[in-house]
């Protein structure tokens, strides 16, 4: 009896002891990444490179010499977890500021959660309407759909291809491509011909390319992830198809390369620079973060890092930079990230302002053909 | 390009889709016949060829052709397991039981292939090259061929091994009367289990010959199956030619239906024919109402 009280005694002292000894100079960093379940291939990653870069920060001695940790928890790709796992970060670690979740549905369910506890979020999803309209405590790192759209565009009206044919997936990332393909046409004084659509799970796509090869079109735009571009790919192909083929950056990744084939050669699609970061120009000021980005991927996890985990590395050095600037507390950082300017990260060049949250230009994105299984950078 | 033209593209796509359909759809017969359930885990089988011919080729280094056979064994081996742990100690229950049992099969087999080869989409290399041929100002792939060829060669086999071998000739007595076959002394419970190695070996060459086109994954079964189910309700849950039209007619119209109307009926055509079917022909497009099932 008196022996189990001694060990309990000293574990309670052991973990006071170990708790104050944190306590007394981290800053502590939540992280919301669906590191398993349906959304992994962003979650995995994400995780992967915040680890890496919070790690990296300790070694160089912190931020203003206080060390950083980071708790992660895994979300599964499920609002109701993320927001559980929320306000176990805000309530029990009490971390002054959240990165992730990995997708829009996490990220819009978790949003109420952290304006009512006013601690920062910076999300590593997608979607649009998470800083529009803006929300007091919501930033995000990965680019909008309708810059994606715009580049194409620009793109299209440099080449003086102005009938387009568009294939948009049948999904909520099709939808809201295809929404943004229609909104900015006009803009950019192009025509849409035609505007079809496939499902996620379809096999065949030769139907819907027969009928826009036999239209007015002068250029088709593909907006989908894997597989069904591939697909769409390689029955273009089959089909002779001699149209200009635009795909969208949800395909910027070797695997849709491996997918399709040979048929991907001379496809164009808007893209993050991380997978062209070799081949930029010297005077791209996001040269240096895209190399010590992916050779740092490189060098720990083994894989190329990939424009998900520079959505994770974006998120840390924005807070890192805001702790920098304003101090360590959830209002001071959502100060000092306010006024974020000419960060040049891995997804682009971040502005934020009181009346943007997301950040970015067009310019976020640049033109990649695929040429010889590879990407280049397409004039 | 002309109209006519058009319209033979939108043909040869549609038959080739609807020739993977036809053999997925006389999977589903063939167990009909034995113990006159549908098998929901037909598809799985589907997505098994695909994916166990990708592991040899990747991870054993098998050359294709050596792959493929080595594929289809496994599946039908994974056929004969599902038989025995899934139906075999339910053999008294009522079929909505083993139904439902099928539909746990799949979503097992379905999360066993996602643990093990993970939830990413992969392609298989096409049988011989990648270069279009054109007939008549539509083109086909080398592929399209081979998808033409054995499934004319599978259907030609299955309607010999019926009619013309004593253990089809076994299976299609069991399929009649299993009580009176059994008298006579057939072997009821190994016929069952001859139908689901069948079954899951054509469903798998099937998956085999589609994935250098359509890629393959943990979860294409779900789709695949439904749509070669409906083919063979088209056919009446015939094993023989009804079925494999039913295949094509679905493949077509749902080709037909994407490249004249819109894409975004493609799903719904081959489930609205399914309902009509069911509501109006439960027999089959081409049955009588006491039509012989084989």
Redo the contacts between chains.
Sequence with gaps: MKTLLMIGCSVCLLVCSSTLALAAGTIKIGALFSVTG?P?FLGEPERNTAKMVVDGINRAGGIRGQKVELIAYDTVGDPTKAVQMATRLIKDDHVVAIIGPSTTGETMAVIPVVERAHVPLISCAAGSKITDPVKHYVFKTAQNDGLAVAKIYDYLQRHRQQRVAILTV?DGFGASGREQLKALAPRYGIRLVVD????P????????L??I??SQAQALIVWGT??GP??IA?NA????FRLPIYMSHGVSSK?FI??A???AEGLKLPSGKVIVADALPKKDPQKNALLAFVKGYQHQYRQEGDHFGGHAWDAVMLLKGAIERGGATPAAIRDALERTRNFHGIGGTFNYSAADHAGLTKDAFIMVEVRNRGWVIAN | ?D?GT?LL??LL?GL??GAIYALIGIGFSIVYHAIGIINFAQGEFVMLGGMVTLFLLQSLHLPLWAAIPLAVLLASLAGLVFERLAIRPLRKAPPLSLVIVTIGGSILIRGLAMVIWG?????LPSFSG?D?I?VAGA???PQHLWIFGITIALIILNKWFFSHTISGKAMRACSYNPRAAGLVGIDVRRMTMFAFMISAAMGALAGII?AP???T?Y??G??LGLKGFCAAIIGGMSSGLATVVGGLVLGVLE??G???I???Y??AIAFVILLLILLLRPQGLFGRPESERV
Excluded: E, W
């Design positions: 349906p992994a049948s079809d659509t496939y499902g799970k379809d096999t065949d796509m030769t139907s819907q027969t009928r090869r036999a894997n597989p591939a697909v390689r192909r089959q089909l002779g695997k491996a997918l084939g040979s048929a | 390009m109209f058009q593209q939108y796509s080739s889709t939830n990413d989409t992969h392609r990648d279009p054109t083109t086909l792939l589609a086109l359509t890629m994954s979860d294409v779900i789709m080709s037909l994407a490249g004249l819109s894409s975004g493609k799903d």
